[in-house]
């Protein structure tokens, strides 16, 4: 095999070695913690079944425009989270460059098959240099060790609300409970409160939450017996639902089933206008491409950004049915109330991003440029060693005794 032969080849490696970077597919999951940090959103942890509880740490690059049948995913292959962990809850620094991960369930490293509680009040992850600590967090709440789908919010002052939940039973003897405190987090001080509030609602899990205007607003979930008085549309009760909030004070919530039976509920997306009195329900007619429940949802701009999760059934289904894990990503364009099948970068409208200061180069730019390095490097040391080979063979040839047939090149 020549030169050119041998340094084609090695450019083809490098190439589908790029290639197999950005087409990483992450397993299907239910549980995950996510968050949104610049134009990346982060997702850790979560239940894929494959045994079953992750420690993964994964991020969706939205700096770019892409299609539905190839999102851009990654894995933090090099910083997992310390320990798997289903259901925790995440909320984020002031200045964006950690991210805390509170409560969740664990699981034996050599037996998945039995639940543990976390050790950590706390995970910290800083996303710039991808290293995990654990912070000491004074009046930390123990219950919180274990427990699992609590319900977050986060103000701009570092403080992050934390409602509900649920514990896991352990044992055949221990029982599972349902929480109905509130508790506050503060980030700046690395402070714990619990408070008891009059007139709290019954306790509620696979509840979503959001906040407006210092009001957190709660939806749906099990135990819950919340009875604000809205007008509009007839929508289903149900749990495992997600929310996002736009600036426009406009909930759009997504997915979920009934709370009496499994099946999903109905309509896929219904709009809560919060800034009439009542409250206001709309009922989205254009079906969701798939209903699902215990999902992701993120607004960035004008789309909701749909991950994993669980495929609700339309029909109730025997208590041997196995669980369908979803693979697919979904979005929803929330001005036109209408599912698309391509995130446009260049147009996230006037609820976005764009509409503030850039943050610092993206992870995903980051590990692009250091792969670049890396294939450049070794592309010049590949040319240049043949180069050398060639050269040092020519002299060869000029130093020899020249015989019938000899040619110089």
């Known amino acids: 095999m020549n030169s050119f032969r041998i340094l084609l080849s090695s450019l083809i490696v490098i190439s589908l070695v790029l ?20 134009s990346n959103i982060y997702f850790f942890g979560g239940n894929t079944m494959n ?13 770019s425009s892409f299609n539905i049948t190839s999102p851009p995913w990654s894995q933090i292959a090099i910083s997992p989270i310390p320990i798997p962990l289903h259901f925790p809850a995440s909320c984020l620094s002031t200045d964006g460059s950690t991210v805390y991960l509170v409560g969740g369930m664990s699981q034996d490293q050599q037996n998945s098959s039995i639940l543990m509680i976390p050790q950590s009040s706390v995970y910290a992850f800083n996303t710039n240099s991808l290293q995990w600590t654990t912070p000491s967090i004074i009046n930390f709440n123990n219950t919180f060790l274990g427990r699992e789908d609590i319900n977050s919010a986060a103000d701009s002052n570092g403080k992050c609300y934390f409602f509900g939940g649920y ?22 001080a690395m402070k714990w409160s619990t408070l008891t509030l009059p007139n709290a609602p019954f306790a509620c899990a696979f509840c979503s939450s959001v906040l407006k205007d210092n009001l957190i607003i709660y939806i749906g979930g099990i135990g819950s017996s919340m009875n604000k008085t809205t007008a509009g549309d007839q929508i289903d009760p149900r749990s495992g639902q997600s929310a996002v909030l736009t600036q426009d004070g406009r909930i759009i919530i997504y997915g979920g089933k009934g709370t009496i039976t499994d099946i999903r509920a109905q309509p896929d997306v219904a709009v809560l206008d919060v800034n009439t009195t009542p409250y206001t329900w709309k009922a989205i007619t254009d079906k969701a491409p798939q209903s699902l429940v215990y999902h992701s949802a993120t607004l960035y701009g004008i789309y909701m950004i749909i991950a994993f999760g669980s495929i609700t059934p339309s029909n109730q289904l025997s208590a041997s049915a196995s669980i369908i ?11 036109n109330y209408t599912w698309v099948n391509t995130f446009d970068a260049t147009f996230t409208g006037i609820y976005g991003p764009n509409s503030t200061k850039s943050g610092p180069i993206s992870l995903g730019a980051k590990i692009g440029i250091g792969i670049g390095v890396v294939a450049a490097v070794g592309i010049i040391a590949v040319v240049g060693f043949f180069l050398y080979k060639k050269f040092h063979n020519r002299e060869g040839f000029r130093n020899s005794i020249a015989t019938p047939g000899t040619q110089y090149i």
Do not use: W
């Open 167 to 188: 514990s896991s039973k352990l044992t055949a003897e221990t029982t599972r409970i349902i929480y109905n405190d509130t508790n506050i987090f503060d980030t700046m």
């Open 325 to 335: 894990l979803n693979n697919n990503l979904y979005i929803f364009n929330t001005q």
């Open 19 to 38: 290639t197999n970077v950005k087409c990483y597919s992450p397993d299907p999951r239910v549980g995950q913690a996510r968050i949104l940090v610049g």
């Open 51 to 63: 045994p079953r509880f992750t420690n993964q740490v994964l991020y969706l690059n939205l700096s």
